[in-house]
């Protein structure tokens, strides 16, 4: 059997979901599990849901459910001429459960808990309307939630996978289904043994997608999405990319880890368990050949760069010129857990201790106020960092940062990175 994942992008209009179907029918013989994440940018505009009935802005919270009311119905509108057909009641009933569901008050819930109770529907409205346009062109299928399946903890917004108890209930009650009809679910959602909703992490479908193939035994998965493949650079930002046409599943979680935004992180780990291949494909070009993520893949032989901007170095150094050793690094450490300041590149020296982290502000400003208690601490903001991964020759830096310094440079294993800021 195989798993397809439809992103956003693949669905963001009427005409995508119809590309959706043709590439549907193609496997229509197939067995077959498709996970599909909220139709164009809608998880983003639910976040701005969230945060208007945070803030209980009663203005903005309506003019947000109006658009997403549009969104959708505009698109089911196009995809199915009976306007008697169910699909418009099923939208209906989701979008009214929705504004009920932000316009209680509640006791005891955090933000976190909501923000994922709310976000889901972004997942439940494109399965609903790409399932129920299947059935009317004939395409039998099961529109499935996937959060009775995919059982994870109570960490809302970054839940972790209860991998027993979803190995167990998909293969005990999902599979079966598998083999009479195409099952359409949802990315990026679960559930927690409370009866809560909650996510995976923002672009998490990939990771259901891996999560249903494991549990499934799968096998391949295919992620479809706007670009040729897998390229060894992003090509809005770099002309000269280009398609990786095998990569191994170590190269992939590599990448991953720098920052390649083309798979999501978690995605790899449970395929490459059970050596399951992922295939990333495009949804516009689908006689073409992409990229596969295997164990048999050969050497890459081209370098690949990955750009995160929005960086900041953080700089500690000792107030007292004690070493930075086991025990400073330790209280280092502790604070930038505390505050849930990801690092992505870090290095020591004698005295001092340089990490370069995604710049959200009030976390930097709060981790710093509690690091400066003990340490010398400075912020250099707007920088970018640049790994390059399997570097070929000694560094060279792209054009496109001629006019950039370096603040840090580091090669480990396969990867050099550097910090730039720009002069
Ligand atoms: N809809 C979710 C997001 O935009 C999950 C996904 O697209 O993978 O983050
Ligand atoms: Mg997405």
């Not at 209280?331 to 590149?345: E, G, P, S, T």
């Amino acid at each position: 059997m195989k798993v397809f994942k439809f992103g956003g992008a693949s669905v963001k209009n009427a005409d995508a979901v119809r590309n959706v179907a043709n590439i549907i029918t193609q496997y229509q013989d197939e067995k077959l599990l498709v996970v599909i994440s909220a139709m164009g940018k809608n998880t983003n505009k639910l976040e701005e849901l969230v945060a208007a009935f945070w803030e209980n802005d009663v203005y903005k919270k309506s003019e947000i459910i109006a658009e997403l009311k549009k969104f959708h119905f505009d698109i089911a509108n196009d995809l199915i001429a009976d306007k008697k057909h169910h699909i418009f009641s099923d939208l209906e009933d989701l979008l009214m459960e929705l504004e009920c569901l932000v316009d209680k008050k509640y006791n005891n819930v955090s933000y976190d808990e909501m923000y994922d109770g709310i976000v889901c529907y972004g997942e439940l409205l494109s399965t609903r309307i790409v399932s129920d346009y299947l059935h009317s062109i004939d395409i039998k299928n099961k529109w499935v939630d996937a959060r009775n399946f995919i059982q994870t903890d109570s960490n809302f917004r970054e839940a972790r996978v209860k991998w027993d108890e979803t190995e167990e209930t998909i293969k005990r009650i999902l599979k079966p289904y598998i083999d009479r009809n195409i099952i359409i679910s949802q990315g990026f959602i679960g559930r927690d043994d409370q009866n809560n909703t909650t996510t995976l992490g923002r672009e998490g479908s990939d990771y259901s997608a891996a999560v249903f193939a494991y549990c499934l035994d799968a096998q391949d998965v295919t992620i479809w999405k706007d670009v040729a493949g897998v390229m060894n650079a992003d090509p809005n930002q770099f002309d000269e990319a280009i398609k990786l046409d095998a990569i191994s599943y170590t190269q992939a979680i590599e990448l991953a880890y720098y920052g390649a935004s083309v798979i999501h992180p978690k995605t790899i780990q449970p395929l490459k368990s059970k050596n399951i291949s992922l295939y990333v494909n495009s949804f516009m070009n689908t006689t073409d050949i992409g990229t596969v993520v295997n164990n048999e893949a050969m050497a890459l032989t081209k370098e690949c760069y990955i750009v995160k901007d929005q960086q900041t170095l953080v700089s500690i150094s000792t107030k007292n010129y004690s070493f930075i050793a086991e025990d400073n690094l330790s209280n280092i450490f502790v604070v930038f857990a505390r505050h849930k300041v990801r690092i992505n590149v870090m290095q020591n020296s004698a005295i001092s201790f340089s990490a370069c982290c995604d710049t959200k502000e009030s976390r930097i400003d709060d981790l710093c106020r509690d690091l400066s208690e003990d340490f010398q601490v400075n912020t250099t903001p707007d920088c970018v960092l640049l790994t390059i991964y399997n570097a070929q020759n000694e560094l060279a830096l792209p054009a496109m940062f001629k006019d950039h310094k370096i603040l840090l440079k580091q090669v480990l294993g396969e990867a050099t990175q550097v910090v730039l800021k720009e002069l």
